[in-house]
């Protein structure tokens, strides 16, 4: 709040300066104190027995999340993959962080490589700041492609710049899609297509969390039960200053694009015969006869505490998660749709 606002508000002096003496210093920001502050604070948890004290570490490379050697040729079993959703400055599209090569088939339409632009792997702690670069609040962040060391001389980092001022920025993920949606629903698409993996049938599952700090009416909240929008429903807001009209509309898009995912999945991925809810109260307990293994696409709301918001962030504090377990768990048909998909993941008979 003292050094990294002050510095983006104030960027013309410096860059003045960096114009004058040709130089570009990088790192010792706001950016670099939360990537090894993510590193230090996953060292000191104790080991138990879901965390063992051979966890990775966070200043390990990202690939060595999902292979257990360097060439990557053994995939580390039971490990899940993990997309990082981040958003490419120049064009607003999707620039992410994949454990596999980008090679063939691509599922991501009009997205980018991280990797790949930078030719070389990140630390996990960078991995997972780069989703999160948020205006003011974090610099935006620079890929500078890896230079093969077989060169006479490498150069330094403040010397690997374009000369004409060129440069390729990382910033928050949620800039393109808040809810990273976009990216499981054309994953979910790809390992659908035929002949992908032999003679195996995928059929995903989607499970969505949403924490928006706001208490809604259940029945808003998207999900498999037959509902229909209503067109001629408009939500109300304060009258803002003309100023603000402009970045608030950008800023609220992203939830606007949130909102045709969330029925885009659950046209694709809820069951064909609707009728089965209508059979089903509230509460669990109160079905009779479900038929639950046709529904792929389950979605959790994550109310607010009262007047306190509930984010969804890289840390929680300990109220806040036995508010999400305890609390928010039980409203708004979350235990119900809990229920719904724990029967849709038994094995089948």
Known sequence: MLVDIPRALFTPLPQIVRLISHQEPRGGDRAEALERAF????R??????????????????FLSLFYADDKGKQ????????IANGTDLATGSRLITVPFRPDGNWPFPAAVDALSALGADVRISTAINDTARFSYLEPAGELL??????????????????PNGTAREIIDGGYFENEGLQTALDLANWLQQPGLLANRTVEPIIVQATGD???LPIETVVRCEPRKDDPSAITTTR???????????????????????????RTEFCAEDKRQFNQCDVLPVRCLA???ATQRFFHFYLPGDGDKSLPLNWILSDSTARFIWNDAMQQGGNLREAWIMQQALKPSQ
Not at 240 to 257: E, S, T
């Open 39 to 42: 590193e230090h604070l996953w």
């Open 44 to 61: 000191t948890i104790p080991p138990s027995a879901k965390q063992p004290a051979t966890r990775i570490d966070f200043a390990r490379p």
């Open 75 to 82: 995939i580390r079993a039971g490990m899940p993959v993990w």
């Open 145 to 162: 492609a890896y230079e093969s060391p077989n060169q006479k001389k490498l150069p330094i980092l403040d010397e690997r710049r374009q």
């Open 213 to 215: 700090g706001e208490v």
């Open 239 to 265: 009258r803002p200053l003309q100023l603000l009209a402009p970045p608030l509309g950008l800023y609220n898009v992203r939830g606007g694009h949130s909102a045709v995912l969330l029925r885009e999945a």
């Open 290 to 292: 479900p038929q639950p």
